[in-house]
Every structure is written in C-alpha cells, then in structure tokens.
C-alpha cells in the first residue's frame, strides 16, 4: 500500500493513536481491578461460573471498545490520506514491500520552469534512498527527529511504521518484557495492542514524570523569581538596586540626598562599566611519590568576587545631585543598622545586580564588600543639589512636580517650565532647604568609581532549586544563580 | 471706609468714600527664610497676572509680587521682565496676612 505522509502528520496520528490506546489501556486495567477487589471482597470465588460471567464480561468490554477503538483508528488514517493528498508539499514514501523510502524533502519542482533544481533534486534523493524495510524508528528518529514526535522536519516513513501491525506490537510488547496475552483475557492481538500501549503508556509516564519534576522545578525558580518580585528589566544597562520591598536607603520613604536613586530605582551606570567575574574550582593536589604526574582532588566550587569599575559624569545639577546620590549610596551600602535604626542589629543590605541581558545579569544578588572612589584634581567641580545659576534648586522640584502636578493643565505646564511649585509652596523637606539650598555640594564631572561585590546564594537556593542541567541550559541564570 | 474692595486687593485696607479713593494704606507682604527665588522667564514676562493666576489661583494677586521686592520691583508691569530675580511669597503666607 503507498501512501504519502508528512512526517508532521504521521507524528500527529501516532500520537493520537497512542492516547487512545492509553485510554484503552486504563479501561481495561480498570476492568481488572474492579474484578481483582471483588474476589478480595469475598464476592467472587475464581473457577465458579459467577466468576467467569464477570470474567467474560470484561473481556467483552474490552472486545467491544478495541472495535471501536480499531474503527476510529481506520476513519483517523483515512482521514489522514485524505487530508495528505490535498497537500501540495508532499514527501512520497513507498510501502515496505514496494521501494524504497525517500528521505529528502521532495518539493515538487516542474523540469520545465527549473530543470537544474529537479536534477538537484533528483540527486539528493538519490543518495539518500534508503530501503523502507531498513527504515526503523530509529533512523526515523536519527534522520531529524531527536524526541520521535512532533519534529519540524519532513522526513518521509513508511507508513507501517507507523501503523503498529498485531506482530509488531507484539515485538514490541515482548521487547519491553509483557507477556502478549493472559489467558484470562482473550482478546488477541487488541490485546496485545493494548500491552504495548502499556509500554508506551510506562514510557510516557515516565516521560511525564520527568517533565512534571522539571516543571517543579521551574515553578520553584519562578517562585523564587516572584519573591523577589523585580520589575521585568526591559533596560539593558547595568543597574544595581536594592529588593524591590525594602524601605530603606533610597526607598525610605524621607530618603534625603539619595532621592534622585529613586526614580531610577537604583543606581544606573550611565556608561558601560568593566564587570570582572572569575568562576573557580578548587582542587587538592597530591603528589605520588615516584610519579611523574600530579593528581587532584575536587574540594568545591565557587564564585570569585566581581569587580566593577565604573565612570560617572556630572554636567548639570541633575546630573551633579545623581552622582552624589550614588556615591552616597555605596557608602551607605556597606554599613550595618545600628544604634537608631528600626533594624538595627541587620548586617549591610543585599542588593542585585543586572544589565547587559538575561543571560548576563538577571538581578543576581551580591553584597558590596568595597568602594572606591577619588576625587580628581584635574577636573570641574559642579554643586550638587543647590540653587543652581538662577538661583533655583531645579532637580527636587522636578520630583515634585513628577509626582503631584498634572502637567496637561496649561497653568500647571507653565509653572512646571519654570520649575515652581502651585502656590510657590516650597515642599522640600526642611532639612534639605536648609542643608541643600544653603550648603552647596560639588562632585567632580568626572569621577571613576570602583565596587568589589561578593555573590550572595541563600542554602536553600543552593539546596533546593540548584541544578547544574538548568544552570547549563541558561534557566537559572534568569533566577539569579550565580 | 475700608471693605468696598475684596481682600485680595491692594486696596482692601484702602478708605473709600462716596466719591473717592482715600490715600492708599500698604499691605506689606512679609519675608520668609523659604520663599522661593524665581528668575522670571519669557512666559511671565510684563504678566504678574498670569503668574499670580498659576501660583495662586487669583491673577488679582498680581501685586503681592511688588509689596515682596519692593527694591526689584517699582514700576508694573514693565519692570517685570525675563531674568529679573525675585521673591515668591508662599499661599500659605499670603492666606495667612491677607486673610482670604
């Protein structure tokens, strides 16, 4: 029998065959359990004719339901024919018995229009014409498709492979150590249809479990992700910012001169910042004696410290309250809560690095260990957060008007062109009236930051989501594994 | 006679008698540490008006802008003029001597 099948489609009908045989498969074990657990109740003695009605019963819903089952099987592959002819895109194969298998995708090509394409095509598919009988699911598997289902590549089967004749199943069920028939249940070769949808029904358990176990396993990372709640970073520029629910440094609520962090939620490097990482294993060396080689031990694994060097610029009072802010920051970062502080007793606060990417820095926590950072002789110094030339202390009101004008009313656009507040209402803190407006800071223009941060996994991080297949596959990186 | 004129006017405490104004009682604004110092720009250029109106909700209240620089400010509404720094009083200020 020939028949043109696409490999997509031949991968769609058997896997609609094995579903069904499943549920075949889970009827009849039903069947038998039902029947098991009366004769454990009591109710069914084996060997009376009570039992064997009950017996027979089974076996003729089971004799029933592969009919239906073989009937739907048949109405399925017809349809399938049907809907393969009408494609004009077809990989041809032959039967088993009739030729070979072609295993090249073969477009239909006109000699006339294309005469060069045809002879290519007809050479390609002469190399690869294997004989269909030698065409296992194996080599189906190998000729492009690495999971045997649902592969994008069209590569031509024969259609008894596909097809699972009362022998193969047999084989089948055989190879995978099931008995083709009990004998208390006759139902021929349905029956051993229905033994090797077991063994596949084993495999796809199995299968099911692993992709359950890794979807747990991905749940916990994006449980792990939805705890610490980041913004989606849609930025690819290096950012390191605090947890999204702290409430302290530039996220307290009076967060004084490191205001301007808050708007950006952190400190951004305005210009892209040299990241040093060293991934290191560490191994004992023991030395033989009268040996010419060294041989090793492996004692663990870890990640170095990351070195950032990063440069801040200052070219207007903005700019000037920013770099101040951030240079506040990290010296703020590396100190404990103490004496006052609600939290006091809490050691310096984690924070968490990203830029450059998903794969890069996804908010990977870390604690800043050191920063360093000299003021320049050789270059301007801009006041930072003061009057500015005109008199006006632009960026704290440039905050306040972010947040509490509506900037569409033309009275409310013309007040925020000029910088003031409705009713001239000074609405900056009383501290930083007197501290910003009247005691100028000045930053340099210029000013080369160093950090030194130490990378930060929590045990339960390193115990329960850390798995070295989805660190390598990329996973964890967005969960924050160093 | 005092009260023929609202209180947001410069003549609030001015007497009026049937047939004329008497002589003009100022109202002094009084100066705070935290008043704001505002370089007029070309949109409230010769408009103390308009930048009564949008800071205060009044354009009647143009005149507090005099009574607060009375050194800067001399001769409305001309001398208020792009880059001329002066004093804002605040609302609260104004509410509170005013009275409104």
Known sequence: MAVTLSVASANKFVNQSRFLL?????????????????????????????????????????????????????????????AQQAESNNTVVSDSTSGPVTQSRNTTVS????????????AQANEQIIPADQVTPNEFQEAGNTDGYGSQNEVAVPVDDIRFS???????????????GEPDIEVGTTEAQLYAAESDAQALSIGAAQVGSNNARA????????????????????????APNADYLYKAPQAGLLQPLKVTDGVIFPYTPN??????????????????????FYKNSYMDQITINATFTAQSTADASYVLAVIHFFRSVTKM???????????????????????????????????????????????????NNLGLNLQPLQNLYSTTLNAVAPTATRLAAAFLPPGAQNALP???????????????SKIDIDLILYPVQTR?????????KNFASGQQLKGGFW | MAGQYSSTSPYFLTGYSQFFLDVMVNRPIPKANDDLLFTINTTFQYRPDLLAFDLYGDGGLWWVFYQRNPNTLTEPPMDFEAGTSIYLPKLATLKTVLGF
Not at chain 1, 111 to 122: F, G, L, M, N, R
């Open chain 1, 22 to 82: 499943q549920d075949a498969l889970d009827k009849v074990a039903a069947g038998r359990q039902q029947l098991q657990n009366e004769v454990d109740a009591g109710k069914l003695t084996p060997g009376t004719q009570e039992f064997l009605d009950a017996r027979n019963r089974l076996v003729n819903s089971a004799q029933s339901f592969a009919d239906t089952l073989k009937s739907q099987y048949d109405q399925d592959l017809a349809n399938l024919e049907q």
């Open chain 1, 111 to 122: 000699p006339q229009v294309d005469p060069e394409a045809q002879q290519t095509d007809s």
């Open chain 1, 166 to 180: 009362p022998e193969e199943l047999d084989r089948l069920a055989a190879a995978n150590g099931v008995s083709q």
């Open chain 1, 219 to 242: 749940q916990e990372n994006n449980a792990s992700q939805a705890q610490a709640t980041f913004p989606q970073n849609q930025d690819w520029r290096v950012v390191l910012r605090l």
């Open chain 1, 275 to 296: 990241i040093t990482t060293a991934y290191k294993a560490d191994y004992s060396a023991y030395d033989l004696i009268h040996s010419n080689y060294r041989g090793y």
């Open chain 1, 337 to 387: 809560f103490y004496g006052q502080d609600a939290q006091r007793g809490s050691p310096p606060p984690l924070v968490f690095l990203s830029g450059l990417g998903d794969y890069q820095f996804n908010n990977h926590p870390c604690l800043v260990a050191q920063f360093n950072y000299k003021l320049p002789a050789d270059v301007d110094y801009i006041s930072s957060g003061t009057p």
């Open chain 1, 430 to 444: 009383a501290p930083l009236q007197q501290v910003l407006l009247s005691n100028p800071t000045y930053v340099p």
């Open chain 1, 460 to 468: 339960q991080q390193v115990s329960k989501q850390f798995s070295l």
